[in-house]
């Protein structure tokens, strides 16, 4: 089961910030946040990751709570085609590998 | 280049069949897996192997056998295709012996048992 809550929808305007929410109350110490999305029926795309603080790349940034409760996708300037199903996952152990489970996600959708 | 792809797109079948997806990743990564998107977009891991090894083995039914013959190639062969099997298959690979997070997925094969 996916250890993370989040929206089941949000919109955009284009060109605003994208400020995607997401909470993991139950984060262990050395368990990482990461985020993918998923455009229509393509498969997922990885979009950053982190495990305490912050992290920004090309595509996004990601601020963690200081209690890594919680943490925020920023997508700085949404565009149209931004749209998409957004995963925020927290890392989980099991049969001693590790594996990405998926939650429901946040549809993202960016108006014009 | 696809990074990782899978054939076939697109498979309709009848149930009691048997058929194979193929899935290839020229990333040169340790880990592949295969996952599975139903028709309400939960997208579930199914399989992961290292370098030819399964390490994660979902509780899927034995009718799904993945087989590993290099470590660039994952194939998930169905025995008796039942209508519940219709979906949406991504195969992903990663870096590293226990895999990575960071996961690199193909296009989808979209499976439908009539």
């Known amino acids: 089961d ?3 809550t989040q929206p089941p929808s949000m919109d955009c305007a284009e060109g605003r910030a994208a400020n995607l929410p997401c909470n993991h109350s139950t984060i262990s110490g050395n368990e990482y946040v990461y985020w993918y999305r998923q455009i229509h029926s393509q498969g997922p795309q990885y979009i950053i990751h982190g495990l305490k603080n912050s992290e920004t790349n090309e595509m996004a940034s990601l601020i963690i709570t200081e209690d890594r409760k ?3 996708l920023i997508l700085p300037h949404a565009t149209l085609r931004d749209t998409a199903v957004y995963y925020c996952i927290v890392r989980v152990k099991g049969g001693g590998s590790e594996k990405l489970v998926f939650g429901k996600g946040t549809k993202l959708t960016v108006n014009p | 280049d696809t990074a990782v792809s899978q054939t076939p797109k697109y498979l309709v079948t009848q149930m009691g069949n048997d058929k194979s997806i193929k899935c290839e ?3 040169g990564h340790d880990t592949m897996y295969w996952y599975k998107q139903d028709s309400k977009k939960f997208l579930k891991i199914m399989f992961s192997y290292n370098n030819k090894e399964l390490i994660i083995n979902e509780t899927v039914p034995n009718r799904f056998s993945p087989k590993s013959p290099d470590k660039a190639h994952l194939n998930l062969h169905i025995n008796s295709l039942e209508l519940g099997d219709s979906a949406v298959y991504f195969c992903a690979s990663s ?6 997070g960071e996961l690199f997925f193909g296009e989808g094969s979209r499976l439908t048992v009539l």
């Open chain 1, 2 to 4: 996916a250890k993370t």
């Open chain 1, 70 to 72: 919680s943490s925020t």
């Open chain 2, 25 to 27: 990743q020229n990333l």
């Open chain 2, 95 to 100: 870096p590293g012996k226990k895999g990575s």
